[in-house]
């Protein structure tokens, strides 16, 4: 059997899953995961590898109509990724149904020279005979692609979707070491671990103001320690007294799960010390953006 290998995007409306799938897809956990949509800022690559494939995911910001220069460069990134990739993981929410903005994508997909594989995601909220219209509505938008009913949250599926990923890439050797399950920096997992917590812990659109910048990252082996310091950047003197909350509570809470999430993916104890500075229009920059790999 000949080795395949190549580049798989993941891409869809904002809060279909696509993080959720990715994760689900690698094995394990590489893209941060949050009910709030357009959580993804960046194109994550997280990495498979079979006995008889390699397959490189890349999850994408959600597609949707950008005003803000922060979204626009978001929705460049994932328009980007779709010329590049061999395999297309189109995915829908099988509760919100095939939108006109879902049907819209579907036109633009099917000039691709990549193949198109449809995910129906979130499949365990739906009754089954419910996702019949859904899936029927997909196959129209793209008519002799496969189409998968899946869960990312529960797995139901998702191997289904896996084999037909592997079925469709070329045949190619490995470009990536067996071990390795994501091309992202030991840095950009650290900003992310923060920022996901910043999302969980803050409530209205306090996280689409925020970004989070690590500005040291020491090991000390002999100690088994990670030394961190990060600062939470916000866009208005309100978001900063919400993010740290009634005597510095909500920072505290933000600084200890993001530990705890951050010693699982690394193994080894981390001393992380947060800060919150306010930097007044920095989305709209495109000098801070880039500082901020954005």
Known sequence: MPHRAGLAAIVGRPNVGKSTLLNAL???KVAIVTPKPQTTRNRIVGIRT????QI???????LH???SLLNRRMVDVAQQTLGEADVVLFVVDAVAGVSPADRELATRLAGLRATTIAVLNKRDRVRPPALLPTMAALGECLPGRDVFPASARTGEQVDTVLAAVVAALPVGPRRYPEDEYTTETERFLVQETIREQLFL????EVPYGTA???EEFVEQPERNLLVLRATIVVDRPSHKGIVI???GRRLREIGRRARLEIERLFGERVFLELFVRVEAGWARNP????????
Request: hydrophobic fraction near 35%; charge should be negative.
């Open 201 to 204: 812990q803050t409530e209205e």
């Open 65 to 67: 109509e950008a005003r």
């Open 26 to 28: 690698v094995g394990t």
């Open 287 to 294: 000098r801070r953006l880039r500082e901020l790999g954005l």
């Open 245 to 247: 909350g009634t005597e």
């Open 56 to 62: 490189a995911f890349l999850d994408t910001p959600g």
């Open 212 to 214: 989070v910048e690590v």
């Open 50 to 53: 079979l006995p008889e494939a």
